[in-house]
């Protein structure tokens, strides 16, 4: 396949939001390549490294900037971020386990399909809302119930091994702070509480030797 090359068609007009789109095109780029050469399994492990920190932040990022500019098709839009991540993390998983069974080929074919869709259809119809005057769209009253209370704080008595209540320390100290480093730590969380390796090839069974 020809190599995807990034034009001003993909251009949302958010200047860290299409760098992070260029760096997912690299990333595919890539894949691609090590598909074509034969690359080992620690390769292209870096690469699926990259694609989870990239749902990982990038998502948070577009999120936060569809809900300040009052985006109204936000709640469907997450929705696709989430389907897309779910994958993601399930394709990390099996890499992790059993590097050889995950067709590289079909893999590629599968990133570049969202990527060009999702940027040239869902991310640019945010575009117009960021150039808008604040205001000009309500946001959703499902997003204003999400962020009612968010800043809320509960004590939480839990029993843990001696030596981790450090890291459970650390944790809390990050989720209270926010930012992308909570989210990215709640990402962490919910992809390992809810997605088991059966799950994991259950949801790219089309990506698999």
């Known amino acids: 396949m020809a190599e995807l090359i990034w034009t001003d068609d993909y251009t949302v007009g958010d200047g860290t939001i299409d760098n992070d789109h260029r760096g997912l095109f690299a990333a595919v780029n890539e894949l691609e390549q090590a598909a074509n050469t034969g690359a080992g399994p620690d390769e292209v492990g870096r690469i699926v490294v990259y694609l989870v920190r990239y749902v990982n932040e990038h998502f948070q990022r577009e999120e936060r900037l569809m809900h300040d500019c009052g985006y109204p098709d936000i709640a469907e839009h997450r929705d ?89 320390q650390r944790c809390a100290e990050i989720l209270s702070s926010g930012g992308a480093n909570a989210d990215a730590l709640m990402a962490i969380v919910e992809r390992t509480r809810n997605l088991d390796i059966d799950q994991a090839r259950k949801l790219v069974a089309d990506l698999l030797n």
């Open 80 to 168: 696709r971020h989430r389907r897309f991540s779910q994958k993601v993390y399930a394709i990390e998983q099996i890499h992790r386990l059993d590097p050889g069974c995950i067709n590289l080929g079909e893999l590629v074919e599968f990133l570049r399909g969202w990527l060009v869709r999702h940027i040239l259809g869902a991310d640019r119809d945010f575009a117009p809302y960021l150039h808008s005057p604040m205001g000009s769209a309500s946001t959703p009253d499902d997003q204003v119930g999400e962020d009612l209370g968010k800043d809320d704080f509960v004590s939480a008595d839990v029993q843990v091994p001696l030596g981790k209540v450090a890291a459970i």
